[in-house]
């Protein structure tokens, strides 16, 4: 490999999302937007997506699209990322997604847009259905293109233990921010107990857990309860450790496969 599983690169190497499975795991290549932790849960940039739609609260609107198109022209304008313009090829690998009628494809592609301006947007294939003019619509980046650290307060939310972001994938060391990585999406990995985990390898049966705001381990007997319901699942716990005298945290993710 040019680029190994340990190693981190200031130039990308492979294509974003590309997967490489080796033994029993599965990595994602990823680019990291800030510093990452080791073996905890890295977030999915929940800020960076576009929209275009039809309201008082959104400025774009797209055009009629006929079924089978790959080219949209696509407003950038709503109030999600309204003052942002897109970069060319920010979009590679993400997903175009429209609500009234619903579908998703695969973004192939696309060129730099200005706010108020249209951006050309190649889908990898032709829209499944037509779209009549001022349909809402999305368009979201590749899901490990802008990877960052905590899901919490990193969002600009102000309770730590809301989860504003979803866990892409589990970086097995230390990367420093711009950075090209490997992150873990499937097989075995050594977590780390989070502020609730109570019960990490403790409680014979109960061996599933969350991703707590930090990417941590939540656990706890009875399956979840208020306050960590709602989290990410992110796998099963491998062995049952030592009971009360203490727990394991050799773990399986369960992420993409």
Known sequence: ?????????????????????????????????????????????????????????YAGTIAAHDIGAKLINFPQGGDHNAVLSIEAHELAGGWFCAGTP????????????????????????????????????????????????????TFGDGDASHVLGTVVCVPEMAITAERYFWGLTWGIFYGQCGHWANLIGQKENVRSWCFDYNGAMVCREGGFVIGDGEFQRGGYIMMDGNGANGGDQLCFLQLAP
Do not use: W
């Open 1 to 57: 490999m040019k680029q190994g599983i340990y190693e981190q690169s200031e130039r990308q190497i492979y294509p974003i999302g590309m997967r490489y499975a080796v033994d029993d795991r599965v990595f994602r290549y990823c680019y990291a937007k800030e510093a990452l932790d080791a073996q905890l849960g890295a977030f999915m940039n929940k800020l960076q997506y576009f929209e275009a739609a039809l309201g008082a609260n």
């Open 102 to 153: 619903p579908f998703s494809v695969r973004i192939k592609d696309n060129k730099a847009g200005g706010v108020g301006e249209l951006t050309a947007i190649t889908l990898a294939h032709g829209m499944p259905i037509a779209i009549p003019a001022n349909t809402r619509c999305y368009a979201y980046p590749n899901l490990y293109a802008n990877v960052v650290n905590h899901g919490g307060l």
